[in-house]
């Protein structure tokens, strides 16, 4: 298994361009989440999904959209970056239960926007 | 709302030397609490969890016990060893399900020196 895998590792984009980074795992995991990392706050999620065309917010939602279609992608989209979103972005997936689980995360995209 | 504490990093240590990171926390109900490990350049690990009060998770020598009466979740070791240099989190998930995502303290970056 490759686990959950991210591209790309790094990129950099002006203010306004758009793009979408890359999320999938090959683990048959129902439940898939986007974070992002910035210095001196720890890790803050985006947006979840608990299913294919099933996703939600979460603490920072603002300036990223995300869809389901399948199991094993969640992509995320930024469609006009801002400085503000340079950040390290992790994705990460497990299983949905009623019990804790735990999630395994991606390597991460270091994105940058000038 | 939810949130996670952690000693303010960066922490410095010999090697041999005995560990406490400090995690308390605030929570509604009874979350799940966990720790994870961030090496350099990759993503975040689970280190150990523990789901209901005075359980201890333990993994690699590191242990912390789930204390609701004072809110914490400290991380020890007995021993630590140049490898375990690493940024650490301490995370908590109210929804067992994994619907609600993690939240995380801010991390505590950990130097150990030879």
């Known amino acids: 298994n490759a686990g959950v895998t991210q591209t790309p590792k790094f990129q950099v984009l002006k203010t306004g361009q758009s793009m979408t980074l890359q999320c999938a795992q090959d683990?048959?995991?129902?439940?898939m989440s986007w974070y992002r990392q910035d210095p001196g706050m720890g890790l803050r999620l985006i947006h979840y999904s608990v299913g294919a065309g099933i996703t939600d917010q979460g603490e920072v939602p603002n300036g990223y959209n995300v869809s389901r279609s399948t199991t094993e992608d969640f992509p995320l989209r930024l469609l006009s970056a801002a400085p503000s979103q340079t950040s390290v972005y992790f994705c990460?997936?497990?299983?949905?239960?009623?019990?804790?689980?735990?999630?395994?995360f991606g390597p991460g995209t270091r994105l940058t926007v000038t | 709302g939810n949130s996670v504490t952690q000693m303010e990093g960066p922490v410095t240590l010999s090697e041999e030397a005995f560990l406490t990171i400090n995690c308390t926390y605030t929570a509604t109900g009874y979350p799940s609490l966990f720790w994870y490990v961030q090496y350099p350049g990759e993503g975040l690990q689970l280190l150990l969890k523990a789901t209901k009060a005075d359980d201890k998770g333990s993994n690699k020598g590191f242990e912390a016990t789930y204390r609701k009466e004072t809110t914490s979740f400290h991380l020890e070791k007995g021993s630590v060893q140049v490898s375990d240099s690493a940024v650490y989190f301490c995370?908590?998930?109210?929804?067992?399900?994994?619907?609600?995502?993690?939240?995380f303290g801010k991390g505590t970056h950990l130097i150990i020196q030879p």
């Open positions: 990460a997936s497990s299983l949905y239960s009623t019990e804790s689980y735990e999630q395994y």
């Open positions: 683990m048959n995991h129902e439940y």
């Open positions: 995370a908590l998930s109210y929804s067992g399900g994994g619907a609600d995502g993690l939240t």
